[in-house]
């Protein structure tokens, strides 16, 4: 089955400590992207990819960081400069600039304390 | 800048109860329009969508249309059920060159037997 995969599902760390996201996909798609959901504040776009070894900055981008080495796989490191990591991390793909949907992960649930 | 107004939550309704869920946007261009859907616990999956003035887009008994001259487009069904409780998210994209979705805060619907 096609789909999106992020790893785990529920994620711990301690302050100070950088953490690396996990998100592959089989849908062969060209675009990706993640995203932060807080409760009550809708998605915000953190970073996106358009194709391997290029990516752009989303809206709260800061002590975030991500890399595209492959077509599959973008993941996300959340550093020690991020001010207030805990949140849903979800992760997303689309074909490219002329498709319309993205399609999403299950989301991984990072707990910093 | 783009922005995506929802009306806020919870919605709670008994089953079989007529849904509306309100959504105003701010755009320039000619943007296209999203309906997705998030369970609990779990990432969000397109509900509908609708690319032009005066479209409708529909899945699963859910219908929304896009209105232009009110710059809404608000997410009806007429009957509910139980398991459409989830965290409904509006959400606009600019234009064809554009990858960055804009998301309401989304709106809780639960429905009880």
């Known amino acids: 089955d096609g789909g999106i995969t992020q790893s785990p599902k529920y994620l711990f760390r301690k302050e100070g400590q950088n953490v690396t996201l996990s998100c592959e996909q089989n849908l062969n798609h060209d675009a990706m992207y993640w995203y932060r959901q807080d409760p009550g504040q809708g998605l915000r776009l953190i970073y996106y990819s358009q194709i391997v070894n290029d990516f752009q900055k989303g809206d709260i981008a800061e002590g975030y960081s991500v890399s595209r080495e492959k077509k599959e796989s973008f993941p996300l490191t959340v550093t020690s400069a991020q001010k207030n990591p805990t949140a849903f991390y979800l992760c997303?793909?689309?074909?490219?600039?002329?498709?319309?949907?993205?399609?999403f992960g299950p989301g991984t649930r990072l707990t910093v304390t | 800048g783009n922005s995506v107004t929802q009306m806020e939550g919870p919605v709670t309704l008994s089953e079989e109860a007529f849904l509306t869920i309100n959504c105003t946007y701010t755009?320039?261009?000619?943007?296209?329009l999203f309906w997705y859907v998030q369970y609990p616990g779990e990432g969000l999956q397109l509900l509908l969508k609708?690319?032009?003035?005066?479209d409708k887009g529909s899945n699963k008994g859910f219908e929304a249309t896009y209105r232009k001259e009110t710059t809404s487009f608000h997410l009806e069904k007429g009957s509910v059920q139980v398991s459409d409780s989830a965290v409904y998210f509006c959400?606009?994209?600019?234009?064809?060159?554009?990858?960055?979705?804009?998301f309401g805060k989304g709106t809780k619907l639960s429905v009880i037997p």
């Open positions: 959400a606009l994209k600019p234009g064809a060159g554009s990858y960055q979705l804009t």
């Open positions: 997303a793909s689309s074909l490219g600039q002329a498709a319309y949907e993205q399609y």
């Open positions: 609708a690319t032009k003035a005066d």
């Open positions: 755009a320039t261009g000619y943007p296209s």
